[in-house]
């Protein structure tokens, strides 16, 4: 089966029980046991397993060619999840343009359980290799990188990774098995916010992580059931809803995105426009190689500082003010203040997130409005 197909048909679809073409929500927080020792079908408690969420596991499982899947109530959920594959004394190379979130997770709270970090621009296999330390245990990559979007050659991370022997992470939030497979290049785990494309409609919080080993399937299933950050019934199946149109979504994200990058590439108000799909981006050649597409966000440069910043985001009539991203409402925000205000803002400047930089969650309403609505936010009378 292809992709397209997978997404709609995995898992006890139509069910079992009734023929119901969806799979049902199983709104249960336990299950009745045929005998003492004998459950009826592996279920006994929601919070170790339940069928809804385990359908969406198995979706997202094979959409990224892995072995086993597992639904977070958030896709910070799944990372925290993840990350207690380590322990104190543990060291782990991370992107520095990570999401806000996954920093703060990192510095202000695993670091006080004596997990270390190293936040790096993952571009240069030297730079890399020279951060690795004895204790080094985990390479945690991001591409697209958010907000910069930023590339990271997987090739050359993998490789990396096997001849130190580090285990590889990658938050593939923005591309989306669709655009990448990264387990095809020979990543060890994929995380998601299944709140952005995954779901793609903003109305739950989700997330999942990916293994690729059975030793990995069973430390994940133990740290998910132990910590108790799994996704509920509902939530599990509005996610299986979104996934089963993902792809279409992200033709159309891409389709759309590419035309609001080139737009805004020509426009004399902006400075400059991140988008990996732009021949002038740095990371467009491997992009291009390792992608099926340049995804759905736009980041840009507006000029004249911070009024300008503030003046573009109050006059959007489409694009609405908004943090998270990956719906078919196209949002606009401001990193530095918004989705990003959790990094420091010398830390945020040093790795190239200005107050000028405005982000684009880029939807799937009609191109000339969305064009329209930017041009009359950049050129008000
Ligand atoms: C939003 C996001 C997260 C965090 O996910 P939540 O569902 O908001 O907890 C992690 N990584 C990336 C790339 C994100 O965009």
Redesign the pocket.
Known sequence: MKFETIAIHTGDRPDKAFGAITMPIYMTSTFVFEDVGKTKAGYDYSRTANPTRKTLEDTIARLEGGKAGFAFA???AA?ATAIHLLKAGDHVISGDDV?G??YRLFQNVMQNFGVEFTFLRLDNRRKIEQAIRPNTKMLWL?TPS?PLLNIVDLEMAVDIARKHKLMTVI?N??ATPYLLRPIEYGIDLVVH?T??YLNGHCDV???AVVTTTDELTERVQFLSNAMGTCQSPFDSWLVLRGIETLAVRMRQHNENAAAVADYLNEHSAVEKVYYPGLKTHPGHRIAKKQMKGFGGMVSFEVKGGNRAVKRFLRNTRIFALAE??GGAASLAEQPATMSHASMPKEFREKIGIKDELIRLSVGLEDIDDLIGDLKQALEPD
């Open positions: 958030t896709g910070m990372e999401y979130g996954t991001e958010n938050d939030t923005f916010s709140t952005k919080v989700g997330g998270s991203l």
